[in-house]
């Protein structure tokens, strides 16, 4: 079936500007996370949704970042202000949600702030 | 404090020889491993898992051991192919299905 599905695949912008990444899981899966991944570093986690529950913002780096799950499955990650340390690999994931199982990957968006 | 480290950021190996991947950890109360592996502009691929019940998990040419009182995993690659070559993460959870904490990656290049 359908893995993970991620759009735009990259986007370049402005300083100052905000952007939206979105993401598709796989069908069926209702926990959605949101990585990204700097330059040289490992996976940084930034928000999750589970079902129908209140996400877990705890890894939002600043209040310029938020995020929210529209029925369930499509996720939209937003930027405000973009700033050029924002510049990463946005990685969005799935599972299940119901035992202990693995996350499934989407191919990411590279994001770059000019 | 990183909690998952993978201490060789690098590490090349001969075809058909076995790669041997480390990762330690400081969290007792992780639960479940995975390793993904992870090609350039590709998302991360999901390559084996390991619960803390378990001291060790096959899957083909692929074993992850796991030393809990040591809080060490390690991943084997028998025999290492060319197109094994990638960048292998390592991660832990906490108590299923809640963020994965990753360590920073070993980029193995396996030569011909």
């Known amino acids: 079936g359908a893995g993970v599905s991620q759009s735009p695949s990259n986007k370049v912008t402005e300083k100052g500007k905000d952007v939206e990444l979105r993401c598709d899981p796989i069908s069926g899966h209702t926990a959605l996370y949101w990585y990204r991944q700097s330059l040289g570093q490992g996976l940084e986690f930034l928000i999750y949704?589970?079902?129908?529950?209140?996400?877990?913002k705890s890894g939002l780096p600043s209040d310029r970042f938020s995020a929210e799950r529209t029925g369930g499955s499509v996720s939209t990650l937003t930027i405000q202000r973009t700033q050029q340390e924002d510049s990463a690999v946005y990685l969005c994931?799935?599972?299940?949600?119901?035992?202990?199982?693995?996350?499934?990957f989407g191919p990411g968006t590279r994001l770059t702030v000019l | 404090d990183q909690q998952v480290k993978q201490n060789s950021p690098s590490l090349s190996v001969q075809e058909g020889r076995i790669s041997i991947l480390n990762c330690d950890y400081t969290n007792s109360m992780f639960d479940y491993f995975l390793w993904y592996k992870k090609y350039p502009a590709e998302g991360p691929t999901f390559l084996i898992s390991?619960?803390?019940?378990?001291d060790k998990n096959e899957d083909g040419r692929f074993t992850v051991f796991l030393n809990k009182s040591a809080k060490h995993l390690s991943l084997h690659i028998v025999p290492s192919q060319p197109g094994d070559s990638a960048v292998y993460f390592c991660?832990?959870?906490?108590?299923?299905?809640?963020?994965?904490?990753f360590g920073k990656g070993t980029r193995l290049s396996v030569i011909a």
């Open positions: 390991i619960s803390s019940i378990k």
């Open positions: 991660a832990a959870d906490l108590t299923g299905n809640t963020p994965l904490v």
């Open positions: 994931a799935s599972s299940l949600g119901l035992t202990k199982g693995p996350q499934y």
């Open positions: 949704f589970q079902g129908n529950s209140a996400p877990d």
